[in-house]
C-alpha cells in the first residue's frame, strides 16, 4: 500500500515552516539594529527582550550548532522518521541563526534519512528482494 501524498508532504511542509520561522526570528527580532537599542539594558526594556538575549546566547556559543549536530546523528543512530525530520528542522534553524557548518551537515543528514525512509527500501534492498541472494546474469 502506497503512502499517501498529504503523509509523504506533510514533513517537507513543516520543514518550510521551520524554515521561515527561523527566517522570521532572525531578520525580524535578531539583525534590526532597532531592536537591538531597545534591548540596551535600560529600565524600561520590554518583556521579549530576555527572549532575543537568549536566541543571540544560542549562536554565540554555538548552541543550535550543537543541538543539529545531536540531531544528525540521532537521525543517523536511530531510523525513525520523526529524527530525521527533527534532523533537518534543527539543521535549518541552525543555519539561519549562523551556524553554517554543522547546519548544513544536519539539513543534509536529516533529508537524505527522510527521503531514504520516504522511498521505502534501503540500501542493500535497493533490487526490491530483501533476501540478498546474488543474481546471476542472463
Same mark, same amino acid.
Given at each position: 500500500?502506497?503512502?499517501?501524498?498529504?503523509?509523504?508532504?506533510?514533513?517537507?511542509?513543516?520543514?518550510?515552516?521551520?524554515?521561515?520561522?527561523?527566517?522570521?526570528?532572525?531578520?525580524?527580532?535578531?539583525?534590526?539594529?532597532?531592536?537591538?537599542?531597545?534591548?540596551?539594558?535600560?529600565?524600561?526594556?520590554?518583556?521579549?527582550?530576555? /527572549?532575543?538575549? !537568549? @536566541?543571540?546566547?544560542? &549562536?554565540?556559543?554555538?548552541? *543550535?550548532?550543537?543541538? #543539529?549536530?545531536?540531531? %544528525?546523528? +540521532?537521525?543517523?543512530?536511530?531510523?525513525?522518521?520523526?529524527?530525521? /525530520?527533527?534532523? !533537518? @528542522?534543527?539543521?535549518? &534553524?541552525?543555519?539561519?541563526? *549562523?551556524?553554517?557548518? #554543522?547546519?548544513?551537515? %544536519?539539513? +543534509?543528514?536529516?533529508?537524505?534519512?527522510?527521503?531514504?525512509?520516504?522511498?521505502?527500501?534501503?540500501?542493500?534492498?535497493?533490487?526490491?528482494?530483501?533476501?540478498?541472494?546474488?543474481?546471476?546474469?542472463?
Amino acid at each position: 500500500m502506497k503512502p499517501s501524498l498529504l503523509r509523504l508532504s506533510l514533513p517537507w511542509l513543516l520543514l518550510a515552516v521551520v524554515g521561515l520561522l527561523a527566517v522570521a526570528l532572525r531578520y525580524g527580532l535578531i539583525e534590526p539594529s532597532d531592536m537591538a537599542h531597545l534591548c540596551d539594558g535600560a529600565a524600561t526594556n520590554p518583556a521579549w527582550c530576555q /527572549w532575543r538575549q !537568549a @536566541a543571540v546566547m544560542g &549562536f554565540l556559543n554555538y548552541g *543550535y550548532g550543537w543541538a #543539529a549536530l545531536v540531531a %544528525a546523528l +540521532l537521525a543517523l543512530a536511530w531510523k525513525h522518521p520523526f529524527t530525521a /525530520w527533527l534532523a !533537518a @528542522a534543527a539543521g535549518l &534553524f541552525a543555519l539561519q541563526m *549562523y551556524c553554517y557548518e #554543522a547546519g548544513a551537515f %544536519a539539513v +543534509l543528514v536529516g533529508c537524505l534519512r527522510l527521503l531514504r525512509q520516504q522511498a521505502g527500501t534501503s540500501p542493500a534492498d535497493e533490487d526490491g528482494q530483501g533476501d540478498r541472494d546474488v543474481q546471476t546474469q542472463p
